[in-house]
């Protein structure tokens, strides 16, 4: 059964915005994290950003002022909002949550590509 889906990916041209989204299961209970890693080729996952429960964000250095995490709580959902992108930023996008209990959650991933 899914338990995270992902949306929002596509091509963009250098500046231009994309918002992704994740929608958690119902069935995941509480969540204590809700986040984005992405991958390029060859290249190792890394955090982009990440929203705790009580609020508090923690962002990559390299989209910090461009990139901004929120969430809905009632809906399970939690969108990044990407301006102002460049082709560095071109990767799969996943989506992950982590569980109050521990449970660790991955969605399948979404590709953003940002052609210069």
């Known amino acids: 059964q899914v338990q995270l889906v992902e949306s929002g990916g596509g091509l963009v041209q250098a500046g231009g915005s994309l918002r992704l989204s994740c929608a958690a299961s119902?069935?995941?209970?509480?969540?204590?994290?809700m986040g984005w890693y992405r991958q390029a080729p060859g290249k190792q996952r890394e955090l982009v950003a990440n929203?705790?429960?009580?609020?508090?964000?923690n962002y990559a250095d390299s989209v910090k002022g461009r990139f901004t995490i929120s969430r809905d709580n009632a809906k399970k959902t939690v969108y990044l909002q990407m301006n102002s992108l460049k082709p560095e930023d071109t990767a799969v996008y996943y989506c992950?949550?982590?569980?109050?209990?521990?449970?660790?959650?991955w969605g399948q991933g979404t590709q953003v590509t940002v052609s210069s």
């Open positions: 992950r949550v982590i569980a109050t209990m521990g449970h660790d959650y």
């Open positions: 119902a069935s995941i209970l509480s969540i204590y994290l």
């Open positions: 929203i705790i429960s009580g609020g508090t964000t």
